[in-house]
């Protein structure tokens, strides 16, 4: 009969005939592949089955808009530029005051 492969990595339980396995590894979750945002500069290798959430969750260069100015930064660069962001409301040191005033007012 036909000739079976498994794919290369252990946990995928694919099991079919060997020229069907170029079509299966086009969509096996278990395959390694690059974040999307290899542009942006990350190099993680993952399992295509965790490469959106990595990608969209907890990639340090994911594109996230600050809370403050909506401008969009990395997400390893993003709360350094939310503690100086010139747009975020911040309180008037003077005693007393109970206003607040963007940082960019003061």
């Not at 498994?6 to 299966?24: K, N, Y």
């Not at 350094?80 to 109970?98: R, W």
């Amino acid at each position: 009969g036909a000739a079976s492969a498994e794919p290369a990595a252990s946990s995928c339980s694919w099991t079919e005939i060997v020229r069907q396995l170029a079509g299966h590894l086009q969509s096996c979750d278990y395959v390694p592949v690059e974040c999307a945002n290899v542009a942006a500069g990350c190099n993680e290798s993952l399992l295509r089955k965790d490469a959106s959430r990595h990608a969209s969750e907890t990639c340090e260069y994911r594109k996230n808009r600050c809370a403050h100015c909506a401008n969009p930064f990395e997400a390893r660069a993003l709360a350094a530029h939310e503690a100086s962001c010139p747009e975020a409301q911040i309180p008037c040191p003077n005693a007393g005051c109970v206003v607040t005033v963007a940082r960019s007012s003061m």
